[in-house]
């Protein structure tokens, strides 16, 4: 497989994967350190009633689940002989990347709407 098309596979891997970590903090539950700017700690635990911050860890989570998952693909598709992508595949794989993304968005939006009384 030519090198861009194994950088494209890879960077599609990457923000797939990077959005589904990020929004899978908030699915499962995930403990995440959370930055408490009053204290000027971090703490594994949830204080309720006091303000944190746990964007700053789910965000390195989603960059090193997405990094893993971008590089082992890359490396994957490197493997082998398997010849140029298509247009049609570069088509799909650009159509399921951007309704991943979106996806997600819609859900993180649906999410913090809901938790700060919007909806």
Avoid: N
Wanted: net charge positive; hydrophobic share 55%; glycine share 16%.
């Amino acid at each position: 497989m030519k090198r861009g098309d194994r950088a494209f596979l890879g960077v599609a891997a990457f923000l797939a994967a990077g959005a589904l970590a990020y929004c899978s903090v908030m699915w499962f539950g995930i403990a995440v350190p959370r930055y408490y700017p009053s204290a000027g700690m971090w703490k594994w635990t949830m204080d309720p009633g006091v303000p944190s911050q746990g964007w700053f860890a789910a965000q390195a989570f989603a960059l090193a689940v997405g990094a893993l998952a971008g590089g082992v693909v890359a490396w994957a598709s490197g493997r082998g002989d398997g010849g140029a992508l298509g247009a049609g595949r570069v088509r799909a794989v650009s159509v399921a990347t951007v309704l991943v993304l979106a996806g997600c968005l819609g859900y993180l939006m649906w999410h913090e709407f809901v938790k700060w009384g919007v909806f």
